[in-house]
């Protein structure tokens, strides 16, 4: 079910994390996801996968729901660690026909499949913990410079938190609409490409018509709000820095600086 | 035999998940054939989900339901089959309305079932007829037509199936109550003209009272009682318990006799209490 997916959703809680500012954690985000791939040896990519399940203790959310979020790209993480395995370098361990499998290969793949696994947890992490009118209204911030360059930096936020707090509306609005249209017997579980796209149409149509219907509530709700766009606009909720926006900014520039002389004192993996 | 029988069913959406919640426990009950059921309870109460048990558009979680004597899920590849028996119009039921013509989109379930052309439109025809559409509305696209007359095309979208259980949930949310009386009163009509089984969903105690023959009252995913309307509403306050109210005119005959005065508390309509009391003041005139 579409329910089940915990990719990018919010777990409301009063962690540390939580409590750190939204802006303070895209940044550092950002920052983790580039070192992430600086790191080019088992320790210093050791450091940055257990530095980040430090912080996912730290979150309080059930490791459960980040090997929940790795679910979805499994497949991904499986592919790339199999296609590692076959274009290796190294000693041969085993051949069969026009496939080797070396040492250096296994070894790619572990590390990629590391890799991959860390990048996604850290991401999980920010969505974790962070609402999405929070995400956005960071994103709005970090992205102000670029009204310099008549970007339109207030309806892009605005676009992005609309669209994220109706994604699961539409979801389930699709479900109760597949329902209805189950119980005329639409048969929608067989049958080949072509059957299953046209046993759709008696779903999409009244999906869009739904969603137009909600576009134009919202937008007339909004102007009987006297929204007419971001100028002047404040905000009951301020993003602000703390102390743990400080502390956070020195925990990351400690396991930066590790990895960075790890990746000077060890020998390189990747080839 | 009854037409349906559920036994002890139980649902918990979301299993083995942090959004696990039981919407549903140990439910059981027996509906006989031509029955007119109504099911009512607090909003939550797990009536949708009930009845979307019924025709297996879920799956029970725990026991087992029974459509004529077979288990429904007995062969789960043939589901589609139990649907076309039990007929369900879902709450506000406007929103599922696709075709360009109301004529094809009544149609929809029918040519689903594999009918041929003259069956589908006589089905069409009649169904229209029984929910009081007009002929001129057929040829219209449904997305140009009024909130109740949308609600009318779904649910001859369901009738035009000819189901064996016809079901549905909350058909008169958001109607005036012109348009609701109506309306109840053709569900009442298509029951008595078919003698189909018939289970109804509401939050009111008046329309239910009006129209059913024995009442499921649901609470916290539980049943409370399954009983005739008299039985249900002479035990008022267990129902107001549950956070259900009895009808207006029960509830004041009910207080009539508290204060002593000798009436019927048994009344279900306006009329029933205006004629009780017309007898008692009468007596008391002549007494
Ligand atoms: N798809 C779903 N996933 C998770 N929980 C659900 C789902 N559908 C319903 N529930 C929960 O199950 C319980 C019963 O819901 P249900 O829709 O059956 O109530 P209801 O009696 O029909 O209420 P109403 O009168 O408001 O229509 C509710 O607490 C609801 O939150
Ligand atoms: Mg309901």
Known sequence: ?271 | MAVIKAENIGLVYGAGTSFEKTALSEVSFEIEKGEFIGIIGHTGSGKSTLVQLLNGLLKPTDGRIYLNGKDIWEEPKKIRNVRFKVGMVFQYPEYQLFDETVYKDISYGPKNMGLSEDEIDERVKKAAEFTGLKKELLDKSPFDLSGGEKRRVAIAGVVAMNPEVLILDEPTAGLDPLGRDALLSQIRDYHDANKNTVILVSHSMEDIARVADRILVMDHGKKIMLDTPKNVFSKGRELEKTGLRVPQVTKIMMLLKEKGIPVNQDILTIEQAFNEIINYLGSKAEG
């Open chain 1, 1 to 271: 079910m579409v329910r089940d997916i915990t990719l990018g959703q919010y777990m409301p809680g009063n962690s540390i994390i939580h409590r750190l500012d939204a802006r303070s954690k895209i940044m550092l985000l950002i920052a983790y996801i580039v070192f992430i791939f600086v790191a080019g040896n088992y320790v210093s990519l050791l450091l940055m996968t257990l530095s980040s399940l430090l912080i996912v203790m730290l979150t309080r959310i059930k490791f459960m729901m980040y090997l929940k979020s790795m679910k979805v790209i499994l497949f991904v993480v499986i592919f790339t660690g199999i296609l590692n395995i076959f274009y290796g370098t190294g000693n041969v361990l085993w051949e069969w026909q026009f496939i080797h499998i070396t040492d250096g290969g296994l070894s790619n793949a572990l590390f990629v499949t590391i890799r991959i696994a860390t990048l996604v947890m850290v991401s999980s992490i920010l969505t974790f913990t962070t609402s999405p009118s929070d995400l956005t209204d960071a994103l709005e911030k970090i992205m102000k410079p670029l009204t310099v360059f008549h970007v339109k930096v207030h309806e892009i936020a605005m676009m992005m938190t609309i669209a994220l707090r109706f994604i699961p509306v539409l979801l389930e609005e699709a479900d109760k609409i597949m329902n209805a249209q189950k119980a005329r017997g639409a048969d929608m579980e067989s049958g080949g490409v072509i059957k299953r796209i046209k046993a759709l149409i008696p779903v999409l149509i009244p999906l869009f018509v739904s969603s137009f219907r909600r576009a134009t509530d919202l937008a007339m709700a909004m102007e009987c709000r006297c929204y007419n766009g971001g100028n002047g606009r404040t905000r009951m909720k301020q993003l602000k820095f703390t102390v743990v926006d400080l502390v956070g900014l020195l925990f990351c520039i400690v396991i930066f600086t590790g990895v960075i002389l790890c990746n000077i004192y060890f020998k390189s993996v990747m080839i």
